[in-house]
């Protein structure tokens, strides 16, 4: 079974520095692999996937973030942490086949100080 | 395009009392989803749809959760009787081929059971 982890629960960092969240997966084949983020309140917002290819992917609000197979990890960075990142940041592995499951991690909190 | 619609926003319910949840994807998504996000977790898939027809419903509590997902299109989930443990939001996404694509999400339902 797939199953993801991420090993912080909460993240401060200072506003327009660097960010880097955690997150490692469990997963017999090729993952497909997502981060989504959610603001207070708010669904979750998809900021990036990574199904093949280039190990470096680009997302939105500039986000990034890099497969690591032989580490089983999909790390979310950004280099200058905007005030307005403060949210909760999921990552998600998913199989493929027929009709695919996503699961979800439990989360990362990151909160943004000025 | 129009997003995924949810209603209502909030319930407070008394334990043993039911209650339903309205989700209308976005339109031409054949795939639905319903999650669980307890505080503190990540979301949980409830139940899949792919068109009108169930794909998984494994993690579904069916003594007391049902779906439903008419024509296709709009789906309902109810729970009867709540427990206090169903405290949680409810969140409904849809995708236009399965969750590999990403999902978008719904703002969900905060529901509490008191």
């Not at chain 1, 900021?47 to 197979?69: C, H, M, N």
């Not at chain 2, 319910?13 to 209650?19: L, T, Y």
């Not at chain 2, 169930?54 to 709009?74: I, N």
Request: include cysteine.
């Amino acid at each position: 079974a797939q199953s993801v982890t991420q090993p912080d629960i909460h993240i401060t960092v200072s506003e327009g520095a660097s960010l880097e969240l955690r997150c490692n997966y469990s997963y017999g084949a090729t993952p497909y692999l997502f981060w989504y983020v959610q603001s207070p309140g708010q669904g979750l917002q998809l900021l990036l996937k990574y199904f093949s290819g280039d190990t470096l992917v680009q997302g939105i609000k500039g986000f990034e973030a890099e497969f690591k197979r032989s580490q089983s990890s999909f790390n979310l960075r950004k280099p200058s942490v905007h005030w307005s990142d403060a949210a909760e940041y999921f990552c998600a592995v998913g199989r493929g086949g027929g009709y695919q499951k996503v699961t979800f991690g439990t989360g990362t909190k990151l909160q943004v100080i000025p | 395009e129009a997003g995924v619609a949810q209603s209502p926003r909030y319930k407070i319910i008394e334990k043993r009392q039911s209650v339903a949840f309205w989700c209308n994807p976005i339109s031409g998504h054949a795939t639905l989803y319903w999650y669980q996000q307890i505080l503190g977790q990540g979301p949980k898939l409830l139940i899949q749809f792919q068109n009108n027809g169930v794909v998984d419903d494994s993690q579904l509590p069916k003594d007391r959760f049902s779906a439903e997902r008419l024509k296709g299109v709009d789906s309902t989930l109810k729970i009867q009787p709540a427990k206090l443990e169903d405290s949680a939001v409810y969140l409904c996404a849809s995708s236009f081929q399965g969750g590999l694509y990403g999902y978008t999400f719904g703002s969900g339902t905060r529901l509490t059971v008191v």
